[in-house]
């Protein structure tokens, strides 16, 4: 398990005084105490002291193995347990996990709250006018017996028979409350995750492996989906870093096309007619490369992906400056903590600490400088110095190792060579190692800027590497500050070894910066773009190092260099002034004080901004990140959030990422989803509305605490934007049918019951109700739950606007379920007043008798099949055979279950006996009255529905039409227009990276014609 998401080799080792402690019989005797901090979540730090032989040591997170963790490159080792269970920090954090429902079932239960009111108020009304009517006119009721009352009818037992009315009338309206719509919804939604299973779209042939819903509770949570938080290791990236590109001695190196660098060139050339300014050798160059070579998709040798004749085959030997070029490749191959395995052909693979650390070796080794050995004190380089291939082995003492943490930003080796000269080697952060460049040293710096800016620009990780020469006295002097700093014991250890550094990387000489790729996933960024157009917002949790984060932001289009950058961290002077006076509750206050004042400042820039085209990104760190998630300043650090664009949260722990989903989740009230692939998500995607696990590398963690499974970022597009939308108005429409047909069939009941004085006598046969939600209206609606598709998968990717249709809430608001209720109810007025108006006071039979209750009541049951199931018919917008099998099916099924179930003994059938055959479809008024009242009973809603398309038309609605009349191939500029129409203003992506490029250019182009006409003009007056 890898609690920060990183798969890399950590680096452990034991502390020095126990090195000597080597087996089974050293140990006999070891006596020893372990003096330590108490359980916390924190992962990147340990406070500890080891009491042994009367010394005491310190313990860091080097002596500290997490639980879980796997050893590499030692078969077993001895240790002792500090912490256990609970205590341990993958416990400390963990978070329950919450129980998930959907808001629209959610929202359903409220209107079945609803419904249940409505039914207990009609049952209340029925009974007391039931009882008012029993108690004044039961002697004149003749038929029911007055002098031999049933207790249903006795007015000498009022309460007892108004009681009986009420549980009667509560069974008969239970109609309205659709207790068959939770079945048909889990049918529904069991099927609708089989298709997102069998989707081959999604399916990733290189691990073979498919989408799984492993929940159908939330598939139509997928459709409204607000905000997207992120992992990035394993998640954005393939946790695979390749050395692209380098600058030497103010040279830079390697043609590469980076794929931030080929997406934007893509849309560029799309859109390059109009401006002159990109037929400019500048812009040619951009779209293509420095000299347009594209790289391989997929390099030969992992990690390294560098293309350049200049310095590849030993031909930097021949450069002119071949000697800072060789001090170059020494620095990548010694200043490093990783450890080669050499195998008996002599080929070395590499474990690292990190991705890009294990890149710069490998790209030592194929440049001439092959690692192959490491002990407790040395490392051991074979050297290429021939154009022949001849190498040399030659040893590097390691003296001191300064190691790379998030406030140095850097990391540097002091290091003796064979001939006894001492080095100090030193790679970090360009803005660091500037500011710690000697006179001499910067000869090479602008150069060198101009390098890391085109760099970044194309997503490109860097970082500066230099050197310094020390002779042995300043060493010797430094040495020793450095060991009293490192055995110091107490909480300002870590600061005095800072200092300790600080005071010898100094004096540096630049030699030049490194360019690495972390290779996002496929199609990382374009999916992004699409999420982003679709109106989605994106935040990235990591636990990676700011500058990482950074970097991977602009490598997939999150950030880009127009977009100012909102930082949040404590890395500043009054928190180390603070720190360095060893008082606690001083040193939380400032902390505190700070974060407040940063995120204040944040408002303030992004307030003044606020009706310019200024875009902006917020970076906060962990420990900033934890004083922003407390309760008195959550609300302002959420606030900003919002306001900006793009938001990376880096070095954040596992318990972190389910807190700040906490917040987007309470704090905004919207969806939101989380989607990680290791142990150290497994909080966030939990604590999200919905979690989405990725099978990466990273083991299965994320995938069993997930909701659904994929196998790479850029299925997650086709999740939400296609099965998401489908899901959401499938299953909206769906409920908000049920309900309208619901009310409909059980407001005719009640209506009768005006007619019958409220004694309980039902309108229609025991069977015709049974059946009818079960065969007479089920099938249409499954139908439509599972096939629906208001457009198809391929409109739904070109217009992704459709998709705010699901975060609007457009289909479920209450306005339309009130809708949907209202047309139930006038429904329900038209079917039973007009029919009973029709059948009152007309002759039914030849001989003049009129209709009885049986006939009015199988009469008007057909209407209601009839009307609920064209009603389903207008509302479907995807019709295929099943469709219409399922509907047309369901009023033929009727029709033969009358005749059947007619037939049958009367003691069975009832009120049904013969009715059909004898009765109704003699008769010419039944066939009139079915056609009538059924075509009164949809036409306001169709009218309505062609009235709203008329003139009040949604996105689908025009999309429909358009590809009905096939103006989309016959009139490509109309079809062209609406595509771009159908996307939200984004901010983040490549789409916006293109159009703020654009934007640059056109200003460039306007700036050079009005100065070519001033110049123009200038002339003239000369």
Not at 622 to 651: H, N, P, T
């Amino acid at each position: 398990m890898n609690l920060d998401g990183e798969t890399n080799l950590k680096l452990k080792k034991t502390d020095e005084s126990t090195l000597n402690l080597d087996g089974d019989e050293e140990f006999q005797g070891f006596k020893g105490e372990v003096r330590c901090e108490d359980p916390n979540a924190n992962l990147y730090s340990f406070i500890g002291n080891l009491v042994y032989d009367n010394l005491v040591h310190s313990l860091g997170p080097q002596q500290i193995l997490l639980r879980d963790s796997k050893l590499r490159n030692t078969p077993f080792i001895y240790g002792v347990v500090i912490f256990s269970g609970h205590d341990t920090k993958v416990m400390q954090n963990a978070t329950d996990p919450p129980s998930k429902r959907s808001r629209i079932e959610r929202k359903m239960d409220k209107i079945i709250y609803l419904l249940f009111s409505v039914l207990v108020t009609l049952a209340l009304i029925g009974a007391i006018v039931f009882g008012i009517r029993t108690k004044f006119h039961m002697e004149d009721w003749w038929y029911l017996r007055p002098d031999e009352p049933s207790p249903y009818f006795d007015p000498n037992q009022l309460h007892l028979a108004v009681f009986l009315q009420f549980v009667t009338a509560l069974i008969m309206y239970g109609y309205l409350i659709p207790i068959s719509l939770y079945v048909s919804i889990e049918i529904v939604k069991v099927l609708q995750a089989m298709f997102i299973n069998q989707d081959t779209h999604m399916y990733y042939e290189e691990l073979d492996k498919p989408a799984s819903a492993r929940t159908s509770n939330l598939n139509e949570e997928l459709g409204q989906v607000d905000t997207i938080l992120s992992d990035k290791t394993g998640t954005l990236t393939c946790n695979q870093m390749e050395f692209l590109k380098c600058s030497i001695a103010g040279v830079s190196y390697g043609i590469g096309v980076t794929e931030v660098e080929r997406a934007t060139a893509k849309r560029l050339q799309k859109s390059i007619a109009g401006i002159d300014v990109f037929h400019s050798n500048e812009t040619d160059a951009f779209l293509t490369g420095e000299t347009g070579v594209e790289m391989m998709e997929k390099p030969h040798i992992k990690g390294f992906n560098f293309k350049d004749d200049r310095l590849m085959n030993w031909n930097w030997l021949s450069q002119p400056q071949s000697a800072i070029i060789g001090m170059f490749f020494r620095i990548l191959a010694i200043c490093q903590t990783a450890i080669p395995e050499e195998d008996h052909m002599g080929n070395v693979q590499y474990e690292a600490e990190s991705p890009d650390e294990g890149a710069f070796v490998v790209a030592a080794r194929e440049f001439g400088f092959k690692f192959f050995k490491r002990t407790q004190t040395s490392v051991f380089l074979r050297e290429t110095l021939d154009p022949t291939g001849k190498y040399v082995e030659r040893e590097y003492k390691l003296l001191n190792l300064l190691e790379f943490n998030s406030t140095r930003k850097r990391m540097s080796v002091v290091m003796k060579d064979e001939n006894e000269q001492i080095f100090l080697f030193c790679k970090g952060a360009d803005s660091v190692i500037f500011e710690r460049l000697s006179k001499a040293g910067r000869e090479y710096e602008e150069a060198t800027k101009v390098h890391l800016a085109k760099y970044g620009d194309a997503g490109l990780r860097t970082l500066a590497l230099a050197y310094r020469k020390l002779d042995e006295a300043a060493y010797a002097d430094w040495n020793d500050l450095f060991i009293k700093a490192k055995t110091t014991i107490g909480p300002d250890r870590e600061l005095k070894l800072d200092e300790a550094a600080d005071s010898i990387e100094r004096e540096l000489i630049l030699v030049g910066a490194t360019a690495v790729e972390d290779k996002l996933q496929s199609g990382v960024p374009e999916c992004i773009d699409k999420l982003a157009l679709a109106g989605l917002k994106i935040w990235v949790l990591t636990g990676d190092k700011m500058e990482t984060a950074i970097n991977i932001g602009f490598a997939c289009s999150l950030l880009r260099q127009d977009m100012k950058q909102i930082i949040v961290s404590l890395d500043n002077p009054e928190v180390t002034a603070a720190g360095d006076l060893n008082n606690k509750e001083a040193f939380l206050k400032v902390c505190k004080e700070s974060i407040l004042e940063q995120l204040t400042r944040g408002h303030q820039e992004v307030s003044v901004d606020a009706g310019s085209d200024a875009v902006y990104a917020l970076v906060i760190d962990g420990k900033a990140l934890g004083y922003a998630l407390e309760d008195d300043m959550k609300e302002k650090f959420l606030q900003l959030a919002i306001r900006c664009a793009s938001v990376i949260c880096c070095r954040v722990s596992p318990k972190q990422k389910a807190l700040v989903t906490r917040l987007v989740k309470e704090g905004k009230g919207r969806t939101t989803l989380a989607v990680g692939d290791g142990a150290n998500d497994v909080g966030m995607i939990q604590e999200a509305d919905i979690g989405v696990g990725i099978s990466g590398v990273e083991g299965m963690q994320a995938v069993m605490a997930s909701d659904f499974a994929i196998a790479q970022f850029r299925f997650l597009e086709r999740l939400l934007i296609v099965h998401g939308h489908w899901c959401y108005k499938r299953i909206s429409t769906m409920v908000c049918y049920f309900f309208y047909k619901n009310i409909m069939f059980g407001l005719t009941l009640f209506y009768f019951q005006a007619y019958s004085n409220f004694t309980g006598q039902t309108l229609y046969n025991d069977w015709f109700m049974s059946l009818f939600n079960v065969f007479f209206t089920s099938l249409p609606v499954l139908a439509l739950g599972v096939f629906e598709q208001d457009v198809s998968a391929d409109i739904c990717l070109e217009f992704p606007t459709i998709y705010q249709q699901g975060p609007k809430n457009m289909f479920f608001s209450w306005a339309r379920i009130e809708r949907w209720i209202a047309n139930g109810v006038s429904s329900s007025i038209i079917v039973f007043f007009l029919t009973v108006n029709i059948f009152q006071h007309h002759a039914f039979r030849e001989s003049g008798e009129t209709a009885g209750f049986e006939v009015l009541g199988a009469t008007m049951y057909t209407v209601i099949i009839w009307a609920v199931n064209c009603q389903i018919a207008l509302a479907t917008s995807y019709f295929t055979w099943i469709q219409h099998v399922t509907i047309w099916g369901s009023i033929s099924l009727w029709y033969i279950f009358l005749m059947i179930y007619g037939v049958i003994n009367p003691v069975i059938s009832s009120t049904a006996y013969m009715v059909f055959i004898e009765t109704l479809a003699p008769s010419p008024i039944f066939w009139l009255t079915t056609l009538v009242v059924g075509l009164a009973c949809n036409l306001p809603y169709f009218v309505l529905s062609v009235f709203q398309r008329q003139f009040w038309p949604m996105d689908h609605h025009i999309i429909q039409e358009i590809k009905y009349l096939k103006r989309d191939t016959e009139d490509p500029e109309m079809w062209a227009k609406e595509m771009k129409k159908a996307v939200e203003k984004a901010k983040i992506g490549f789409t916006a990276r293109f159009e703020a490029t654009i934007k640059q250019v056109r200003s460039k182009v306007h700036r050079r014609q009005t100065n070519k006409k001033h110049s123009h003009d200038s002339h003239e007056l000369q």
